[in-house]
Structures are given as structure tokens and as C-alpha cells.
């Protein structure tokens, strides 16, 4: 079993930032990928960006060039950097831990709220 606890989420006006933490814990195996994903209301889950234990990352076009992922193996945390927000970014963001290769690897947190004001 792993658990991820996500951190940071809140209010912030247009053009403002938000940086996202998630920690893991429990079973944590190596080579794994570590990532956001959002759900706006009345919309469907998205990936936002991900990044595997090597530090490859990719985002989804929406934030790319805006938005930074990152994560520290020896604290198994994954990070969100958010810079200029839009409104369109207001969404529930989940942290999601799993091994493509292996489907019951596969964990979410419970959520964190971001609200973008315009």
C-alpha cells in the first residue's frame, strides 16, 4: 500500500503562483512515475504533468511552459510549480503514483483544491 498526501493548494488571483507537494509513503518501489492530474467540475480527470524516477517529464499542452514538475527520490515527493495561473486552471489536483507495467501500482491522494480568481 502506498499513501500520497498532497499539499499547497488554495486561493490565488490570475497571473499569481502555487507550488504542490505530494509525499509518499509505504511501499515505494523504485522506477515508478510520479504525477498531477486535475478534475475541473463537470469535466474529466486530466493529466497534468508527470515524471518518472529518472526525470523525464511531460506536461499536457494547457501548462506547458507554465507550469514545472519535479521530485526528490529520497523523500519521495513530487512537485507542482504553477506559475501564471488562469482561471481555467481552478480544478481539484490529485497526485498519482504508479508502474505502467504493473496495474495494481497504482495510487491516488485524496486531492487538493486550487481556485484561480480572474
Known amino acids: 500500500q502506498v499513501q500520497l498526501v498532497e499539499s499547497g493548494g488554495g486561493l490565488v488571483q490570475a497571473g499569481g503562483s502555487l507550488r504542490l507537494s505530494c509525499a509518499a509513503s509505504g511501499s515505494i518501489f523504485s522506477f515508478n512515475t510520479m504525477g498531477w492530474y486535475r478534475q475541473a467540475p463537470g469535466k474529466q480527470r486530466e493529466l497534468v504533468a508527470s515524471?518518472?524516477?529518472?526525470?523525464?517529464?511531460n506536461y499536457a499542452d494547457s501548462v506547458k511552459g507554465r507550469f514545472t514538475i519535479s521530485r526528490d527520490n529520497a523523500k519521495n515527493t513530487v512537485y507542482l510549480q504553477m506559475n501564471s495561473l488562469k482561471a481555467d486552471d481552478t480544478a481539484v489536483y490529485y497526485c498519482?503514483?504508479?508502474?505502467?507495467?504493473?496495474?495494481?501500482?497504482?495510487?491516488w491522494g485524496q486531492g487538493t483544491q486550487v481556485t484561480v480568481s480572474s
Open positions: 515524471i518518472n524516477s529518472a526525470g523525464s517529464a
Open positions: 498519482r503514483i504508479h508502474r505502467a507495467w504493473d496495474l495494481r501500482y497504482d495510487y
